[in-house]
């Protein structure tokens, strides 16, 4: 059975700092592009960050990007999103995914599994 569990996720004050993390089990992900996505309390699930097979290239959504940083670890089936100058915007349940493919996408739709999701909530 083929699991991704986050975890880190938590209560912050705002210009904090959280780092997620998801495992991989049940199979290996190091050929598929893995992401991160959001999704707050009334609104769409939303691409935040996204590292292709290799972690030598990475996309990030408009509203993280100089904040947020993604990386993995191939040999452990882990990736990890590193969030600094953490904002109140920036609540909601964070969810971890593996692509169908090596090459990273900003769709949800590119994505074959995904994880339960963590709770971050940045306070003001």
């Known amino acids: 059975q083929v699991q991704l569990v986050e975890s880190g996720g938590g209560l912050v004050q705002a210009g904090g700092s959280l780092r997620l993390s998801c495992a991989a089990s049940?199979?290996?992900?190091?050929?598929?592009?893995m992401g991160w996505f959001r999704q707050a309390p009334g609104k769409e699930r939303e691409f935040v960050a996204a590292?292709?097979?290799?972690?030598?290239?990475?996309i990030y959504a408009d509203s993280v990007k100089g904040r947020f940083t993604i990386s993995r670890d191939n040999a452990k089936n882990t990736v990890d999103l590193q969030m600094n100058s953490l904002k109140p915007e920036d609540t909601a349940v964070y969810y971890c995914?593996?692509?169908?493919?090596?090459?990273?996408?900003?769709?949800?739709?590119?994505?074959?599994?995904w994880g339960q999701g963590t709770q971050a909530t940045v306070s003001s």
């Open positions: 995914a593996a692509a169908r493919s090596s090459g990273y996408s900003r769709t949800a739709s590119a994505y074959a599994y």
């Open positions: 049940g199979r290996t992900f190091t050929n598929a592009a």
């Open positions: 590292i292709n097979w290799s972690g030598g290239s990475k």
